[in-house]
């Protein structure tokens, strides 16, 4: 089973700059990894796939990055509805597909 | 509009069982992947069991095999999760995921899901 570790937990930013967050395989996914983003209370929602292709309707501020065994979640300038909870997932070698534990946005 | 609607979850007492169903509406249900998704109270995501369009690929988590069975009627747009000597550890929130593909790959619908209690 392929282990995926985000970092950091928690991650404090102030609205309209750079959040970063990063997300490790324990072995190689290739580009086979997806971003979700999940609010309080709602579903998932789907972010990035194939390491860096943004799904339908998600805007250009969030860009993914990396291959292998690292990747990155970029948001460039951060809004008010980027806060929340997000989580990687793997893809490449299943079952089972893995997430990662989750980095919570947090507004500083 | 593309909409999954789970139903079926409840409380239910250790050691029985629960059919979990999930009712596609909004686009071709027979071709994509579907999968079952949960997260217990203030946890994270854990991916459960999907399988492919037409049933022919099917994975479950090793916490759950031998005991889920997931199963699909693309007739009936519908996704069914069978689960069988449900434990504390199975308690948890249970969305069901639309694939972007045939295959399995990543999730990109998701239902808003149902709450599964085991308690005695």
């Known amino acids: 089973e392929i282990l995926m570790t985000q970092s950091p937990a928690t991650l404090s930013v102030s609205p309209g700059e750079r959040a970063t967050l990063s997300c490790r395989a324990s072995?190689?996914?290739?580009?086979?990894l997806a971003w979700y983003q999940q609010k309080p209370g709602q579903a998932p929602r789907l972010l990035m796939y194939g390491a860096s292709t943004r799904a339908t309707g998600i805007p250009a501020r969030f860009s993914g990055s990396g291959s292998g065994t690292e990747f990155t979640l970029t948001i460039s300038s951060l809004q008010s509805e980027d806060f929340a909870v997000y989580y990687c997932?793997?893809?490449?070698?299943?079952?089972?597909?893995?997430f990662g534990q989750g980095t919570k946005l947090e507004m500083k | 509009e593309v909409q999954l609607v789970e139903s079926g979850g409840g409380l239910v007492q250790p050691g029985r069982s629960l059919r979990l169903s999930c009712v596609a509406s909004g686009f071709n249900f027979d071709d994509y992947a579907m999968h079952w998704v949960r997260q217990a109270p203030g946890k994270g995501l854990e991916w459960v069991s999907g399988?492919?369009?037409?049933?022919?690929?099917?994975g479950y988590a090793d916490s759950v095999k031998g005991r889920f069975t997931i199963s699909r009627d693309n007739a009936k747009n519908s996704l069914y999760l069978q689960m069988n000597s449900l434990t504390a550890e199975d308690m948890a929130l249970y969305y069901c995921?639309?694939?972007?593909?045939?295959?399995?790959?990543?999730?990109?619908?998701w239902g808003q899901g149902t709450m599964v209690t085991v308690s005695s």
């Open positions: 399988l492919s369009w037409n049933s022919v690929t099917i």
């Open positions: 997932q793997q893809y490449n070698d299943w079952p089972p597909y893995t």
């Open positions: 072995q190689s996914v290739s580009g086979n």
């Open positions: 995921a639309k694939d972007l593909f045939r295959f399995p790959y990543a999730f990109d619908v």
